[in-house]
């Protein structure tokens, strides 16, 4: 009777270069649609609330930042969220 082999352990297991082929072609798509903040369409005021938008943790604070009131603050951002087609704030400030 002939012998047989059994499957090594680790033939069912993807390879490392497998998993991760998947993983770096999603990130290079988004790197490749990814623009430069100095690249979008927008004005310096605009861009400065962008940038507060991810270092601040309160309106509050970033429309302090700027030296804006937190009415005017929040009216930038409903207008970039609008124009970027963002649901949140943080959604636009990624968008950016």
């Not at 998993?19 to 988004?30: K, Q, R, T, Y």
């Not at 609330?49 to 991810?54: D, P």
């Amino acid at each position: 009777m002939p012998s047989r082999s059994l499957p090594s352990p680790n033939s069912n297991k993807p390879s490392a270069t497998a998993a991760a082929s998947p993983m770096a072609e999603v990130f290079d798509g988004i790197w490749n649609r990814a623009r430069d903040l100095d690249e979008l369409p927008v004005s310096p005021v605009e861009q400065r609330v962008l940038r507060a938008l991810t270092r601040y943790d309160t309106d509050d604070s970033a429309a302090r930042a700027l030296n804006v009131s937190v009415r005017k603050f929040r009216g930038h951002v409903a207008d970039l969220m609008d124009r970027l087609g963002a649901r949140t704030p943080f959604q636009a400030a990624l968008l950016a």
